[in-house]
């Protein structure tokens, strides 16, 4: 099977670890993975602010249009992808494009779906001896459907400590630009999302979006609170005893904060 990585803007930005755990995890696995260069922003936080931009559901149907399947290591861009790329060309008067947005949404996938619904796996032999709460994104839950997938992953992996996230249900306040437009509500809404995190007494909080790990470790860092994010790509490239040096793995968030 031929498959492709879209890392997406934040992780190739800011967090290439999680992309780089995203593909370690697959060869693991025993499946080649390649990374189209052509590729760019699936254009949710335009979409999401009003702006539909027709030129890069173009570029994603063109870069992606010839693979098997695309991972994606975000339950939003995974869900833009779905959701909204079909939208986007029929508003554009582009139903052709629309049919073929629909065509290669059914292959992509979220990287927790890929492994449980592709690879028929839900242990890829981690081993991670931490503490880890994990965090479900809304549009993972909400557009995607995720539901258990990534939480079936972790629940394999050796040596954890997977404590279970108080209202786990309610959204970080993020939203890509909803924390933009409405700050004090997603600074409320951060505020009870940290402290659900610290009931825990975890070590590290865990989620498939790096966008959320993003909003929510920003404000575990800045109260000192000691709690490590990490995206679920990383906790599953931790294959065994051996590898690194079982410690937590450095989180790059740490140096854009």
């Known amino acids: 099977m031929r498959v492709a990585l879209f890392t997406t803007c934040l992780v190739d930005a800011l967090f290439p670890d999680a992309g780089q755990a995203t593909v370690q995890v697959l060869e693991h696995l025993g499946q080649p993975v390649e990374f189209p260069l052509e590729q760019t922003c699936c ?16 570029r994603y149907v063109e870069v992606f249009s010839s693979y098997d399947a695309v991972v994606v290591p975000s339950g939003s861009c995974a869900a833009s992808i779905h959701h909204q790329h079909p939208m986007i060309a029929r508003a554009a008067g582009e139903h052709w494009l629309a049919k073929r947005a629909e065509a290669i949404a059914t292959k992509t996938f979220e990287l927790s779906q890929f492994l449980v619904d592709v690879m028929g796996t839900d242990d890829v032999g981690a081993y991670f001896p931490h503490r880890v709460t994990y965090h479900p994104t809304c549009h993972s839950i909400r557009m995607l459907g995720v539901r258990d997938r990534p939480l079936r992953l972790l629940r394999k ?11 786990w249900d309610q959204c970080c306040g993020f939203g890509g630009t909803f924390s933009i437009k409405n700050p004090d509500v997603s600074a409320a809404m951060l505020a009870d999302k940290m402290e659900a995190v610290i009931m825990t007494g975890a070590e590290v909080l865990c989620a498939g ?3 959320c790990l993003m909003h929510i470790g920003g404000g575990l860092d800045r109260i000192r609170a000691g709690i490590r994010t990490l995206h679920l790509a990383e ?23």
């Open 235 to 257: 906790i599953l490239a931790s294959t065994e005893p051996g590898y690194g040096t079982n410690q937590l793995p450095t989180d790059t968030a740490e140096t854009t904060r």
């Open 43 to 58: 254009g949710q936080m335009h979409a999401n602010s009003g702006y539909f931009e027709v030129a890069l559901v173009r």
């Open 157 to 167: 992996v050796r040596g954890i400590d997977l404590v279970e996230l108080p209202r």
């Open 209 to 211: 979006d790096r966008s």
